[in-house]
């Protein structure tokens, strides 16, 4: 069974650091494209990065540019999150996604596999 496990989450003060993992039970982990999402319990899902599968170009959203850094490695199956100088608003559950598009999205659509998710919080 296909699936994707997250770890890495936790409490962190304002202006600290996490690095969130994804570990993928998949086929082929090097032809997806991942992501990492963010929900709030009442909000929408934002989208934080991404990474292609092609050349491992990288998307960031705009609240977490220049703070957070998505990388892979295609050996290990796994997707990472380093997030730095972190901030109360970053609070949110994280959960890693997979789809097979041509480009990596910011789209949630364009993902089929998603993980359950890893609880991040930034005290003030």
């Known amino acids: 069974q296909e699936q994707l496990v997250e770890s890495g989450g936790g409490l962190v003060q304002a202006g600290g650091s996490l690095r969130l993992s994804c570990t993928a039970s998949?086929?082929?982990?090097?032809?997806?494209?991942m992501a990492w999402f963010r929900q709030v319990i009442g909000k929408e899902r934002e989208f934080v990065a991404s990474?292609?599968?092609?050349?491992?170009?990288?998307l960031y959203g705009d609240s977490v540019k220049g703070r957070f850094t998505i990388s892979r490695d295609n050996a290990k199956k796994m997707v990472s999150l380093q997030m730095s100088s972190l901030k109360p608003e970053d609070t949110a559950v994280y959960s890693c996604?997979?789809?097979?598009?041509?480009?990596?999205?910011?789209?949630?659509?364009?993902?089929?596999?998603w993980g359950q998710g890893t609880q991040v919080t930034v005290s003030s």
């Open positions: 998949v086929r082929t982990f090097s032809i997806y494209n």
């Open positions: 990474i292609n599968w092609r050349d491992s170009a990288t």
């Open positions: 996604a997979a789809g097979p598009a041509w480009s990596a999205s910011t789209r949630t659509a364009e993902y089929v596999l």
